[in-house]
């Protein structure tokens, strides 16, 4: 019996140690453990001290920006932002410009340091809020990536596609949906 539970205590203590190493975008629950990540607050991170006021006004502004498009944050997100492209890389992220890991926080590329970049982000961390942690797998991409291009106000006319046709079908459901009533209109797709 002693050594059945020793052997469970062994495995669930490796459970974090596995995740940590094979799922690397679980990093953002701990950014502080990658090396030359630091934290300048509880939620923003970053990989070179040098810029982290830049860090804190697009954090700032972005918070501020998307809760006044889609609603209070129910927790703020907390972000990484990385400067080198082997900081993104240590979270497990390539080519993107930034990636939201659900409601655990977002991954900023050094090509993301952009607001509408961030604003995407987060308005994907509300979705998580508000629409579960599943919800890339449950609702129709249109709605979710759509909602992100759309209120983040990315400034490009021309998305690619399938984005830019995504960005005008949430557009076009939006404008009879209201602000009023996005979550509960989303929540019933």
């Known amino acids: 019996m002693k050594k059945a539970l020793l052997i ?5 203590s490796l459970v974090p140690v596995a995740a940590w190493a094979i799922y690397k975008p679980v990093r953002v629950l701990t950014p502080e453990l990658v090396p030359d990540v630091l934290c300048v607050n509880q939620n923003v991170c970053i990989d070179n001290e040098s810029r982290s006021l830049e860090a804190l006004e697009l954090y700032e502004n972005g918070l501020h ?15 990484v932002f990385c400067t080198t492209q082997a900081c993104y890389q240590s979270f497990g992220f390539e080519r993107s410009s930034a990636s939201a890991v659900g409601t655990f926080g977002i991954v900023v590329s050094p090509r993301g340091w952009k ?5 995407h982000e987060m308005i994907h961390h509300r979705q998580a809020e508000e629409l579960g942690l599943l919800s890339p797998f449950f609702y129709p991409e249109w709605l979710i990536e759509g909602m992100a291009y759309s209120l983040s106000e990315d ?14 079908t949430f557009d076009d459901w939006f404008q009879g949906t209201g602000k009023n009533r996005l979550w509960s209109a989303a929540s019933a797709l």
Do not use: S, T
């Open 8 to 12: 469970a205590v062994l495995l669930i």
């Open 65 to 79: 920006f998307v809760a006044d498009v889609v609603g209070p944050f129910k927790k703020n997100p907390r972000v």
């Open 115 to 119: 607001a509408h970049y961030l604003r």
């Open 155 to 168: 400034p490009r006319q021309q998305l690619a596609e399938p984005w830019q046709k995504h960005r005008h």
